[in-house]
């Protein structure tokens, strides 16, 4: 009866909360913590706290109420505002309020005192994880060593060199004061993007239930601004009473896959995947996938199409919190066979990628095999960090940090990258927002640049031309490129065919350079740069000045001291054939290095773990270097410039063997490798 009567208090005063504005002061302890409670059943954390607040102001020792308090401080990522209360109902009672130190701890992390952080971690995994239930102790160690690890990483990468990274907030036309996602870059000069176009946090109304969804939007580029708010082309419809989320075409842009879904007042959220088909230059109504894929039980979202070793085959990769997972939401996938236009029932991508945590975001580059996604299981900097791996469906390598700046010690989701793989766009909600109640609530949007990248970009005529030689081009060009690249002019020698050095030029601060040239000769263009391996391009002055198409990237990569491991390449157990996915990420990645810098000699050396024969596993770690050697060759690659060494089990990156005696499989993974180093150059080419 007594549980009735609370209830019955709490429905009745939700109505009077969300319907009207009362003073606070003329509230009754009870009202408060009768609104509070209502606001949250309806998950309305900034209407809960309101009043919360004020009944903790009357009654600063109720620490239930403040650890409470803390908490819904928490969600709203307030960091600031939920500090304090942590630290007061540890130091008042560690044991009834167990989780306040180490949530005390990922405010510091957020704050970027990682070595602070790291303390609280520490305390609350040797003074309180003990205390706790033993069904209890295995999660939180997990979390414990996670948030650990993560101090470490980001201490160590604020120290390191890291390619240089600039991340810059788009403007205000494109990013509103609540939450904007989902970045898809249409063209080069069109953004797709999902938001609500509303400048508050909206408060829930019990009376209406009606909620805000998000919808796509498109941004058009016009020297360097985004301008935002625009309607977005088809095939990116707004589905009635939804909220759309992401979006991915397969490769041969015929179907385009996105969810869609809605958030009741109780915060439950549901979401289904959707296909437009493209037929007959027309989109298609958007159509739900099967229902094994798409469950009114769980979520279904967050598609991204990739590739896999059969052509006939798209492979979608979506969010789903379905059973059978690691925890949370997890990354799975379905394949839809060409052929049949059937999709295969859901397979979760595996426990390299999937933790305890949430994996989320979902993006994949098929040209160089890569999966970005976000997650806040892996070790990271706080919230939500990105990660990248390589591989398909359920074969992945351990997933890798982003870093900073890419990631924050904040929510950093939805990398997007554009066609040159060296811009795009992130989603993150470390920077404040002008309200102080809901600082770090709300997701924007930044694009992100590589500066000093190792591409030089040639897409356009890259000399000054002298105007006395070249009259018909009085218009002088010049191209940037990264300081401190030298870059040497050679004529060719007609009598004998060899190039003789005619100019060099060092970049000044602003990247440029120039050169004179002649009509009708030959020229050869090379790249060199402090440790890094000098690169070349055959050129004539006809293309010089004329032809723009015939220009390309150039590579250049460092002259390694350490060898780079090939983390793609895949062998069955005793075996040496290369599969399929190893040949086209060969293709991607070693070929083309190859092809573009034409004066390297590399050597390819493969490794075993230590199980087995060591004679043995020597014989099999030379078949399987020379394997990729043979590959690369049949390519058009010149035998000269390649070395196949097998070391078996000589060189191990890791110890197979951890303190405690036992056998360590995730060392042995590491330690069987396909690794590439430049060792010398072709000379007298």
């Given at each position: 009866?007594?549980?009735?009567?609370?209830?019955?208090?709490?429905?009745?005063?939700?109505?009077?909360?969300?319907?009207?504005?009362?003073?606070?002061?003329?509230?009754?302890?009870?009202?408060?913590?009768?609104?509070?409670?209502?606001?949250?059943?309806?998950?309305?954390?900034?209407?809960?706290?309101?009043?919360?607040?004020?009944?903790?102001?009357?009654?600063?020792?109720?620490?239930?109420?403040?650890?409470?308090?803390?908490?819904?401080?928490?969600?709203?990522?307030?960091?600031?505002?939920?500090?304090?209360?942590?630290?007061i109902t540890y130091k008042k009672n560690k044991y009834k309020y167990p989780k306040s130190i180490f949530k005390y701890g990922q405010t510091l992390k957020a704050e970027e005192n990682f070595d602070s952080a790291a303390v609280c971690f520490q305390i609350y995994r040797d003074e309180i994880i003990y205390k706790l239930k033993k069904t209890e102790q295995n999660k939180e160690l997990f979390l414990v060593e996670k948030e650990l690890k993560g101090c470490e990483n980001a201490v160590f990468s604020s120290k390191s060199d890291a390619e240089k990274i600039t991340?810059?907030?788009l403007n205000q036309s494109v990013n509103t004061s609540y939450k904007e996602s989902s970045p898809i870059i249409w063209n080069d000069t069109t953004l797709i993007y999902t938001s609500y176009m509303i400048d508050s946090v909206p408060v829930i109304n019990i009376n209406t239930r009606n909620l805000p969804n998000e919808k796509y939007y498109s941004a058009k580029l016009t020297e360097d601004y985004w301008q935002g708010g625009f309607s977005a082309p088809k095939p990116f419809v707004n589905l009635k009473n939804l909220s759309m989320s992401g979006g991915s075409?397969?490769?041969?842009?015929?179907?385009?896959?996105?969810?869609?879904?809605?958030?009741?007042?109780?915060?439950?959220?549901?979401?289904?995947?959707?296909?437009?088909?493209?037929?007959?230059?027309?989109?298609?109504?958007?159509?739900?996938?099967?229902?094994?894929?798409?469950?009114?039980?769980?979520?279904?979202?967050?598609?991204?199409?990739?590739?896999?070793?059969?052509?006939?085959?798209?492979?979608?990769?979506?969010?789903?919190?379905?059973?059978?997972?690691?925890?949370?939401?997890?990354?799975?996938?379905?394949?839809?066979?060409?052929?049949?236009?059937?999709?295969?029932?859901?397979?979760?991508?595996?426990?390299?990628?999937?933790?305890?945590?949430?994996?989320?975001?979902?993006?994949?580059?098929?040209?160089?095999?890569?999966?970005?996604?976000?997650?806040?299981?892996?070790?990271?900097?706080?919230?939500?960090?990105?990660?990248?791996?390589?591989?398909?469906?359920?074969?992945?390598?351990?997933?890798?940090?982003?870093?900073?700046?890419?990631?924050?010690?904040?929510?950093?989701?939805?990398?997007?990258?554009?066609?040159?793989?060296?811009?795009?766009?992130?989603?993150?909600?470390?920077?404040?927002?002008?309200?102080?109640?809901?600082?770090?609530?709300?997701?924007?949007?930044?694009?992100?640049?590589?500066?000093?990248?190792?591409?030089?970009?040639?897409?356009?005529?890259?000399?000054?031309?002298?105007?006395?030689?070249?009259?018909?081009?009085?218009?002088?060009?010049?191209?940037?490129?990264?300081?401190?690249?030298?870059?040497?002019?050679?004529?060719?020698?007609?009598?004998?065919?060899?190039?003789?050095?005619?100019?060099?030029?060092?970049?000044?601060?602003?990247?440029?350079?120039?050169?004179?040239?002649?009509?009708?000769?030959?020229?050869?263009?090379?790249?060199?740069?402090?440790?890094?391996?000098?690169?070349?391009?055959?050129?004539?002055?006809?293309?010089?000045?004329?032809?723009?198409?015939?220009?390309?990237?150039?590579?250049?990569?460092?002259?390694?001291?350490?060898?780079?491991?090939?983390?793609?390449?895949?062998?069955?157990?005793?075996?040496?054939?290369?599969?399929?996915?190893?040949?086209?990420?060969?293709?991607?990645?070693?070929?083309?290095?190859?092809?573009?810098?034409?004066?390297?000699?590399?050597?390819?050396?493969?490794?075993?773990?230590?199980?087995?024969?060591?004679?043995?596993?020597?014989?099999?770690?030379?078949?399987?270097?020379?394997?990729?050697?043979?590959?690369?060759?049949?390519?058009?690659?010149?035998?000269?410039?390649?070395?196949?060494?097998?070391?078996?089990?000589?060189?191990?990156?890791?110890?197979?063997?951890?303190?405690?005696?036992?056998?360590?499989?995730?060392?042995?993974?590491?330690?069987?490798?396909?690794?590439?180093?430049?060792?010398?150059?072709?000379?007298?080419?």
């Amino acid at each position: 009866m007594k549980k009735l009567i609370i209830l019955t208090v709490i429905f009745l005063s939700a109505e009077i909360c969300f319907s009207q504005e009362d003073s606070l002061n003329a509230l009754k302890d009870w009202q408060l913590k009768g609104y509070a409670q209502s606001a949250e059943l309806y998950s309305d954390q900034i209407t809960a706290i309101k009043y919360y607040s004020e009944y903790y102001k009357r009654n600063k020792n109720n620490y239930d109420i403040a650890y409470k308090l803390a908490d819904l401080y928490f969600k709203i990522k307030n960091y600031q505002k939920a500090k304090p209360l942590y630290y007061i109902t540890y130091k008042k009672n560690k044991y009834k309020y167990p989780k306040s130190i180490f949530k005390y701890g990922q405010t510091l992390k957020a704050e970027e005192n990682f070595d602070s952080a790291a303390v609280c971690f520490q305390i609350y995994r040797d003074e309180i994880i003990y205390k706790l239930k033993k069904t209890e102790q295995n999660k939180e160690l997990f979390l414990v060593e996670k948030e650990l690890k993560g101090c470490e990483n980001a201490v160590f990468s604020s120290k390191s060199d890291a390619e240089k990274i600039t991340v810059k907030k788009l403007n205000q036309s494109v990013n509103t004061s609540y939450k904007e996602s989902s970045p898809i870059i249409w063209n080069d000069t069109t953004l797709i993007y999902t938001s609500y176009m509303i400048d508050s946090v909206p408060v829930i109304n019990i009376n209406t239930r009606n909620l805000p969804n998000e919808k796509y939007y498109s941004a058009k580029l016009t020297e360097d601004y985004w301008q935002g708010g625009f309607s977005a082309p088809k095939p990116f419809v707004n589905l009635k009473n939804l909220s759309m989320s992401g979006g991915s075409f397969s490769d041969d842009r015929k179907r385009f896959y996105f969810a869609a879904g809605s958030k009741d007042i109780y915060g439950r959220v549901y979401s289904s995947l959707y296909v437009s088909t493209f037929k007959n230059g027309k989109w298609s109504k958007p159509k739900k996938l099967n229902g094994k894929i798409n469950s009114k039980k769980y979520i279904s979202t967050q598609p991204a199409v990739g590739k896999c070793y059969n052509p006939d085959f798209d492979v979608i990769y979506f969010v789903s919190d379905r059973p059978g997972g690691y925890g949370g939401t997890d990354i799975w996938y379905t394949v839809y066979d060409k052929i049949t236009k059937k999709y295969k029932d859901p397979v979760n991508a595996g426990s390299y990628i999937n933790t305890p945590g949430n994996e989320i975001t979902p993006n994949v580059n098929n040209e160089t095999k890569t999966l970005y996604f976000s997650s806040d299981g892996h070790s990271g900097y706080g919230g939500y960090d990105i990660y990248k791996t390589f591989g398909e469906l359920v074969n992945w390598i351990p997933p890798q940090n982003m870093g900073k700046p890419v990631n924050s010690s904040f929510d950093d989701i939805w990398f997007t990258q554009s066609k040159n793989n060296d811009a795009g766009f992130i989603v993150s909600n470390r920077y404040r927002n002008t309200n102080t109640q809901t600082e770090h609530c709300c997701y924007d949007i930044f694009k992100y640049g590589v500066v000093n990248k190792k591409i030089i970009e040639i897409s356009d005529t890259v000399f000054e031309t002298d105007e006395q030689i070249l009259s018909e081009n009085k218009k002088k060009k010049t191209k940037q490129i990264s300081a401190n690249t030298i870059v040497k002019l050679h004529i060719k020698n007609n009598d004998n065919g060899e190039y003789i050095c005619l100019a060099a030029d060092t970049t000044d601060n602003n990247g440029r350079f120039h050169f004179k040239i002649d009509k009708n000769q030959d020229y050869k263009l090379t790249i060199e740069k402090e440790n890094f391996t000098p690169t070349s391009l055959i050129l004539n002055s006809d293309n010089l000045i004329h032809n723009k198409s015939d220009f390309k990237s150039l590579t250049i990569i460092p002259l390694q001291k350490e060898p780079v491991t090939l983390n793609n390449i895949y062998f069955e157990f005793n075996k040496w054939d290369l599969s399929e996915s190893s040949k086209l990420y060969l293709d991607t990645f070693l070929y083309k290095i190859m092809t573009e810098n034409k004066d390297i000699v590399i050597e390819i050396s493969a490794h075993t773990d230590g199980i087995g024969d060591s004679v043995y596993n020597l014989v099999l770690s030379k078949k399987r270097a020379e394997s990729v050697v043979k590959y690369l060759t049949q390519k058009g690659i010149s035998k000269n410039r390649l070395i196949a060494k097998g070391y078996g089990e000589e060189k191990p990156l890791v110890s197979e063997i951890t303190e405690n005696g036992e056998d360590n499989p995730e060392a042995r993974a590491k330690n069987r490798r396909i690794e590439f180093r430049v060792v010398g150059l072709v000379i007298n080419r």
